[in-house]
């Protein structure tokens, strides 16, 4: 893609920080972190896209632009259990913080259907406009708590395109192969690769 790129990536999120520099630096898109200030809560919704937009309203907002970032990102995930009709999803990270993975295992002891799903919507503001992108992950939770990687509902994970391993089982460049992260983030490059060739556009090629 030439020259590097930096977008400005909006979370508290750690796990996602390292997820996305991995995913993005073959394509010379480098992520600067920034921890949003308290205003950037989040609303409630039950739309990744609608939780992801506000999200992205309020971190274009508040954040300082240096020249240098091509733009502001964000991401809204989630874990959604079929059994529960997609609950936690977007209530995934109060979940996670209360309930946690042995309190979700507990709640499925004895269910049949395991089937789960990461989802997750990545907004990015770019030269004054917005633009999202999403990646899912089919699989089914694991009967018990399995490694040691990665973040999150990772532990009782086990992506249907894998080798029977939980996600924390996985290095971080495996993961990458199934995440709903790695897919919205692949979706993100293509568009990123076009827009800089658009006649529009003063950072590429086409200008
Ligand atoms: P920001 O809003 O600050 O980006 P967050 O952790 O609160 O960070 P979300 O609102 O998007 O992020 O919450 C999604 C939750 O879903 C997250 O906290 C995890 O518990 C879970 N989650 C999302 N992606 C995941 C992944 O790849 N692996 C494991 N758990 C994941």
Known sequence: MGETTTILFVTSNQGKIAEAKEALRPYGI???SYNPI???DEI?????????ADKLMKAASNSNLSSS??????EDAGFF??????FPGVYSSYVHKTLGISGVLRSLKGIENRNASFR???GIHIDGENFFFEGTCNGIVSDEIRGKNGFGYDPIFIPNEGDGRTFA???LEEKEIFSHRAKALKAFVS???EWKQSPTSNHGNGS
């Open 120 to 122: 997750c919507v990545i």
């Open 69 to 74: 970032i091509l733009g502001v990102m964000v």
């Open 44 to 52: 409630q919704s039950s739309d990744l896209v609608v939780v992801a």
């Open 38 to 40: 308290p205003e950037i």
């Open 191 to 193: 568009f990123l690769e």
């Open 81 to 86: 259990l079929d059994e529960y009709e997609g």
């Open 169 to 171: 089982e996985m290095k």
């Open 30 to 32: 480098d992520i600067e």
